[in-house]
């Protein structure tokens, strides 16, 4: 039987998302769930490998990352949605995998290298098991729903490409089981924060979260950096270095062009500018708010969603595992 392309991705429920999601992959999702069978992971098992002191916080945020997804209009007839923690497929898949991948391999990952120096306040001098494995728990999740697509941003790369390792061995010793799964980048770059920052984060406090109100992001675009070197409104500005042009590009397409110009020759003022800005980014998230509202309003329907779409992953997963124990000579 010919096996058809399904997409598999998914979140960390670390904390709410901000519009660097939003154009970074949710945008992308929107898009993909009418081209293919798309499954997306609530990752609540991976987000404990680095929060398993604060388990209050991935709890929190489970449902929150579900509302932003659902606010802007990934739509649960269309995607399943699913808690990662209610398919213990996943968790008996890494046991398997994990003799399959060398620990100096995960050490040289270099998405897993990053988080490591990052975290080294809560690691200390040595990372835990779980944490190094995560690579290994990830491809599970992608090889349990037998996915050939994962949509990710480059940060991700390094681990679709282990977990590819990992299905190749896997096929190797055990005989053609699992599908290697591909990348799928969106075009979207990294969006920068307010405050010209590279990333866009929590820590950082430079982001526009999707639930932010009207007032939060007329606030935070008020602080925006803008060119230091522009004092009066009549000077010459160079929009290059202002993020308030940089965030018009994003969110006043049409009007970008003139902006800058009129910038450049100094016939426009940062204030109206970064009102302008206020308006343009409202007028984007003001529906996304408002399908939000009605989320809050009805968190029974939204864990509803998660609790359905987690017992349709479920079946998937299994027959996946019914596999995989066949070939591993472990179907008694
Ligand atoms: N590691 C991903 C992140 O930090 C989240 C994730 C968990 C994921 N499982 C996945 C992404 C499976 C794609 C496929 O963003």
Do not use: W
């Amino acid at each position: 039987m010919e096996r058809k392309d399904r997409i598999l991705t998914g979140d960390r429920p670390t904390g709410k998302m901000h519009i660097g999601h939003y154009f970074g992959s949710l945008k992308n999702r929107v898009k993909l769930q009418d081209e293919y069978e798309t499954y997306i992971e609530v990752a609540d098992v991976q987000a404990l490998t680095d929060n398993f002191n604060n388990p209050e916080k991935v709890q929190r945020n489970v449902l929150e990352v579900l509302k932003d997804q659902l606010s802007v209009g990934i739509n649960p007839e269309k995607v399943t949605f699913f808690l990662q923690s209610m398919i213990p497929e996943i968790a008996e898949l890494t046991v398997f995998y994990s003799n399959l991948v060398t620990i100096s391999r995960l050490q040289r990952n270099p998405t897993v290298k990053t988080e490591i120096a990052q975290k080294k306040e809560l690691f200390g001098e040595s990372v835990t098991y779980g944490f190094l494995g995560y690579p290994v728990n990830q491809a599970a999740d992608i090889t349990a729903f037998d996915a050939t697509i994962v949509p990710v941003g480059e940060d991700q790369l390094p681990l679709i490409e282990q977990c590819r390792e990992i299905v190749r061995k896997f096929n190797s010793i055990y005989g053609e089981t699992l599908r290697e799964p591909k990348a799928y980048l969106s075009q979207n770059k990294r969006i920068k924060g307010l405050d010209g920052n590279e990333k866009m984060g929590k820590s950082l406090g430079n982001a526009i979260y999707l639930s932010d109100s009207e007032e939060e992001i007329a606030k935070k675009v008020m602080s925006a950096l803008t060119d230091p070197n522009r004092i009066r409104k009549d000077d010459f500005g160079n929009p290059d270095i202002c993020m308030v042009s940089y965030y018009h590009k994003l969110f006043t397409q049409s009007e970008y062009e003139n902006i800058c110009e009129e910038c450049r020759k100094g016939k426009r003022g940062c204030v109206d500018c970064k009102k302008q800005l206020i308006k343009s980014i409202n007028a984007e998230l003001g529906p996304i708010r408002e399908k939000r509202k009605y989320y809050d309003e009805n968190p029974k329907l939204v864990k509803e969603i998660l609790m359905e779409g987690t017992s349709k992953a479920r079946i998937i997963a299994k027959e996946t595992m019914k596999n995989v124990k066949e070939a591993m000579k472990l179907n008694y």
